[in-house]
């Protein structure tokens, strides 16, 4: 099952909503971010690769070895699926990837050359065929739940049309807003009111009409420091400053720096005047470098721009993570590897840290903390974190930042866990810190580990970690350890509510040696108690149908209560007597080759990490 692009008008006009379940539909809400003030400038990711619907077009996922991955998302504000297509949804991955993360998504209308002429002639000749036209692009927005459109108009318009695109513009940015309050329409900057095609690299008189009519614009990127001033003087004489976007293409081509790991200097210069910027391909890490150091590029291109990026801060109750980033050299389920191969499912992706190792810059290179991805040895998905570095000589603990969050904490008991892992040469004690502002707004950490302390600050709380029994007790329905040297430590929190946890770190303790250590950290969770102890049972997955399709394929679907507890289906195969995995799936439905009808067990993944028992189909 793939997502694919809408190519031309006819094809939009055919265009209606599925009646069934429908796996390219977005299966994660938009998460809440704390709200920032509004002078402060945002970031637009537009992402341009290789002409787009790559392998992350595979709904259920493929296996490809060396997949591109976003995982910076506490940067960006937007994220725009960009191709040359005429519409481009995004694909159900990549929405469901950044609203995971509180990053809205946007999809493009684009018309360019002589045929996009054409186009726009059918568009714009009447009233009637654009309101059609962009009655359909908020149909399409509403059925897949993405968040709005880049406009990118690339060719010239008869100068009559000019007031019907404008009026385009304006009447899908406002029938958007209706259907999806917090939609975006973001104008390119193209065309102006004369309908002559000259990028104009900044907010003017002639390109004006359209920034009124929509939320924002996405400036060219020939820009100068005259330019941005025009711009900015002009939006802030609207009450806008930062609804201009300035552009800036990493591959280059005329921006300032030039582009790629110089990209740090055209940002630079557009902080300096505090307006937002619009990054465009950032593949180029992947397309451009050795893709086997994808990873160690893509993080140091943006650990360059990290200081220039204000991190956002997740605001959602519960909390949970296993840290895969949608990909792994294998798949595993609490510790158990269940599938040998490669895999790529961006739909799987949890939320990813806040913090980078930009938080040791201070520290001596030699014994450099560091937080890093793990592929080698996952908990549950394709990853896990290693936390690593030389311990104090003084007894001090390494912290390691992971999260800025403001998560208000409900008036209820709240069970937080870790999962974490240590080789046997590894000495040392590992603790959660939360740093918890109280309702009377003074600060309070709250250290959560397995060694009692006989000596705790005045401004510090300490939990020690449930025994068996206890957790046995309050969690009946937890059943399942993980293994292969992974344990997981339960805490038990009575919350008096509106307390807010402020960040997550996690600290490591010398117990003797002062050697480099290193800890692997498979999973996070802070959630309600009453949310764990009410898990379903399989015995509730009811009303399985099987639909036969076309060339040799068949859907499964099914119904579960409590949905929202689950993270995604785990699907295997049971026939010819052995048990494979298939995939997984974020919604009820599964589409398999027909050969596997009847022959299938579902297994629910609860909070990211607590497996279901599997049942078979």
Not at 4 to 13: R, S, V
Not at 148 to 177: A, R
Not at 278 to 300: D, H
């Amino acid at each position: 099952m793939e997502c694919l692009p809408i190519k031309t008008i006819e094809e939009l006009d055919a265009w209606t909503p599925g009646d069934q379940i429908d796996c390219k539909v977005c299966s994660v809400p938009l998460a809440e971010r704390r709200e920032r003030s509004r002078t402060t400038p945002k970031t637009l990711l537009c992402h341009d690769m290789c002409g787009g619907y790559l392998t992350d077009r595979f709904v259920q996922g493929t296996e490809d070895p060396q997949p591109y991955r976003f995982y910076h998302w506490q940067y960006i504000d937007t994220f725009i699926y960009f191709s040359h297509h005429f519409v481009t949804v995004p694909p159900v991955t990549w929405i469901n990837a950044a609203h995971k993360h509180g990053v809205k998504v946007l999809g493009t209308f684009i018309t360019e050359w002589d045929e996009g002429k054409l186009r726009t002639q059918k568009l714009l000749e009447s009233e009637d065929s654009f309101r059609r036209v962009a009655n359909k692009l908020v149909e399409i927005t509403k059925y897949y739940k993405f968040d709005g459109w880049l406009i990118n108009i690339e060719n010239p318009i008869e100068s009559d049309k000019t007031e019907n695109l404008c009026n385009f513009v304006g009447y899908l940015t406002s029938q958007l807003h209706k259907a999806v309050p917090w939609s975006q329409v973001i104008w390119y900057d193209s065309v102006l009111n004369t309908g002559k095609l000259l990028w104009q690299n900044e907010l003017n008189c002639q390109n004006c009409m359209y920034f009124d009519a929509c939320d924002g614009i996405f400036l060219n990127y020939n820009w100068k420091d005259e330019t941005l001033h025009n711009s900015l003087t002009m939006a802030r004489g609207k009450g806008r400053d930062m609804d201009v976007y300035v552009g800036i293409d990493v591959f280059g081509r005329g921006c300032l720096g030039g582009g790629g790991y110089n990209t740090v200097e055209a940002l630079a210069a557009i902080r300096r005047f505090n307006m937002s910027a619009a990054i465009f391909a950032q593949g180029w890490v992947m397309e451009t470098q050795e893709k086997e150091k994808f990873t160690e590029n893509e993080n140091r291109f943006w650990s360059m721009l990290d200081c220039l990026l204000p991190a956002n801060e997740f605001t959602n109750f519960p909390f949970t993570t296993s840290f895969c980033q949608g990909f792994g050299k294998k798949y595993s389920l609490l510790g158990e590897v269940i599938h040998e191969k490669p895999w790529y499912n961006l739909s799987l992706q949890e939320i990813q840290p806040t913090c980078t190792n930009s938080q040791f810059l201070r520290h001596h290179l030699q014994y450099q903390p560091a937080i890093d991805i793990c592929t080698d040895d996952p908990l549950t998905g394709g990853a896990c974190l290693n936390l690593s570095g030389k311990l104090s000589i003084d007894g001090q603990p390494l912290l390691f930042r992971l999260f800025d969050t403001s998560i208000t904490l409900p008036q209820e008991d709240v069970i937080v866990s870790y999962t974490y892992k240590m080789s046997s040469t590894t000495t040392c004690d590992l603790f959660l810190q939360l740093e918890v502002q109280e309702n009377n707004g003074s600060s309070q950490l709250w250290i959560l580990r397995e060694e009692k302390t006989s000596q705790v600050p005045q401004n510090m709380t300490v939990y020690n970690c449930l025994s068996d029994a206890e957790v046995l007790e309050l969690l009946p329905n937890i059943k399942a350890s993980p293994s292969n040297g992974w344990i997981t430590r339960y805490y038990s929190i009575k919350s008096k509510g509106g307390s807010a946890i402020k960040s997550i770190s996690f600290g490591l303790q010398s117990t003797g040696s002062l050697d480099k250590q290193s800890v692997q950290i498979g999973h996070l969770q802070i959630v309600a108690l009453k949310d764990l102890q009410s898990l379903p049972t399989n015995k509730d997955i009811e009303q399985v149908q099987w639909e036969t399709l076309e060339e040799g394929k068949c859907q499964i679907s099914w119904q579960f209560p409590q949905d929202n507890a689950v993270t995604y289906y785990d699907v295997y195969s049971t026939s010819e007597g052995s048990k494979s995995l298939l995939g997984q799936s974020k919604v009820k439905c599964f589409y398999t080759d027909l050969k596997n009808k009847g022959h299938l067990s579902l297994q629910p993944i609860f909070f990211s990490s607590i497996p279901g028992k599997t049942t078979s189909c």
